[in-house]
């Protein structure tokens, strides 16, 4: 189990990646700054978000199901908007580790 948890760890590093890149590639149109920041800035809102309520050691950490249904909407959410906005190789990445995540999830936690 412990190198599914390791592939589990890997897998959300590699969401926060691709949801960083997926907003950096939205913004894109705008001067160069903008779109780092707002990257950065979703990157960080998410992984607050996922140490509040996702992690394992979280004080209102969310039942197995609800936090697999949101860590799988949210990987295949954003692998799908870099499929559409072109960045087939991270999309493609992400998918895949979503599939880890989401078997990672079920398997190695009891709650």
């Not at 913004?27 to 903008?34: A, D, G, L």
């Not at 607050?48 to 996702?54: G, R, Y």
């Amino acid at each position: 189990m412990s190198i599914l948890a390791i592939l589990l760890f890997f897998a959300e590093i590699v969401f926060f990646f691709g949801l960083g890149r997926a907003v950096y590639l939205l913004f894109k149109i705008n001067q160069w700054p903008m779109p780092f920041v707002f990257g950065v800035l979703a990157v960080l809102l998410v992984i607050v978000t996922w140490a509040l309520f996702m992690s394992p050691k979280a004080d209102r950490r969310l039942d197995k199901l609800p936090r697999v249904l949101v860590m799988a909407a949210g990987m295949l959410a954003t692998g799908f908007s870099l499929l559409s906005l072109g960045d087939k190789t991270t999309a493609l990445v992400l998918l895949a580790s979503a599939v880890i995540a989401v078997i990672g999830q079920w398997l190695i936690y009891e709650n």
